[in-house]
């Protein structure tokens, strides 16, 4: 295969990593993948990605992997291989959960905020005309979404606000002033400076604020990987815990493959020092009691859980992407599954 157009992605073990190097790599790139399966040292054996690895080495003939940490020295020497043969990168790569953050700051920060900026560094000498697309969260926001007022339903809360309730969180909500979780603090940190290498150094970058990304490549723990982890819980009959706001609190989940897919329209028609929310929006969302229910209709068996009154601490009581500003930007682009097409695909791949 010609190397003469690379895709790099970090993280490619990983849910959107893998799912990325699996699309790219249909669309004529030359994939090379960085992974050291740090999500098995946050998380556990059950959270290790090597399947995954395993399975785009033996399946796609133009990937290349690479075992290394995104903070190493050693990322200039992949950068300064292939300099302008890098077409794009994509960041997927991160310490994904606010809780285990929490356990570890020096790690987390290390991880996502110098790792991006290692990565950034690096494409601005040698490959500056690639576009950059670095997976972000909602978690920027800290826990300003739960200032707004809610009103409780029998399965959910909802907004009282009527243009919020139908349209989700836009990218002018408010970061400052909100406990962030430590997790959010170094993702926000990553995030501002993906915006500044494109507003100061002219780079064509984006920060992709996601909220819950999922699909079947997901390896879900208790820390982190909502749906993935829910779907384990009750096919193989584990303890679940449910963390306060009685169970109905709401996620927008958007899956991998819709997420790739926006990744592939930026890179199509690339913008400078970009932010976009994204998730499944008003489309794709579903309270957690909503979830177990779908997932018990499934799986047919019951789920046993606890409820910990106490919610996590930062945790959002509603979130939904709005997704107008993307849609508008790139209006090719659309959400193709919905709640019971992505638990569908998890539980196939459980």
């Not at 243009?163 to 990553?190: R, T, W």
Request: with cysteine.
């Amino acid at each position: 295969m010609d190397k003469k157009k690379i895709v790099l992605v970090t993280g490619s073990d990983g849910l959107v990593g893998s799912e990325s190097v699996k699309f790219f790599s249909k669309k004529g790139f030359y994939v090379v993948g960085i992974d050291n399966n740090s999500r098995k040292k946050f998380f556990g054996e059950e959270a290790s990605t090597l399947k995954n690895r395993k399975i785009l080495k033996s399946t796609i003939s133009n990937y290349q992997h690479i075992n290394l940490d995104i903070t190493s020295d050693k990322i200039r020497n992949i950068f300064e291989k292939y300099r302008n043969q890098i077409k794009l990168v994509i960041h997927t790569a991160a310490q994904p959960s606010h809780d285990w953050a929490a356990s570890n700051p020096k790690v987390d920060f290390n991880v996502n905020a110098y790792g991006t900026l290692n990565l950034l560094e690096n494409t601005r000498i040698f490959a500056k005309d690639a576009p950059f697309i670095y997976t972000s969260t909602n978690k920027v926001y800290g826990d300003n979404p739960n200032k707004i007022k809610f009103k409780e339903y029998k399965t959910r809360y909802s907004p009282v606000d009527t243009v919020v309730k139908e349209n989700g969180f836009d990218e002018k909500f408010p970061i400052d002033n909100a406990l962030h979780s430590l997790f959010g603090v170094s993702k926000l940190s990553a995030d501002i400076l993906t915006q500044e290498y494109g507003k100061y150094f002219g780079m064509k970058t984006v920060s992709f604020r996601g909220g819950c990304l999922t699909g079947g490549g997901h390896a879900g723990t208790m820390l982190h990987g909502f749906l993935s982890y829910l779907i384990k819980c009750v096919k193989y009959e584990k303890d679940y815990k449910i963390f306060g706001y009685k169970g109905k609190q709401v996620r927008d989940n958007i899956h991998s493959y819709d997420l790739v897919n926006s990744f592939y329209e930026f890179y199509k028609n690339p913008k400078i020092g970009e932010v976009y929310n994204i998730g499944g929006g008003i489309y794709s969302n579903c309270s957690m009691i909503e979830a177990i229910e779908m997932c018990e209709n499934l799986a047919g068996k019951k789920l046993n859980y606890n409820y910990v009154e106490k919610p996590r601490k930062g945790d959002h009581q509603w979130y939904i992407s709005n997704l107008s500003k993307f849609k508008m930007d790139y209006p090719n682009w659309k959400l193709t599954y919905g709640i019971p097409e992505i638990l569908e695909d998890i539980y196939k791949q459980t």
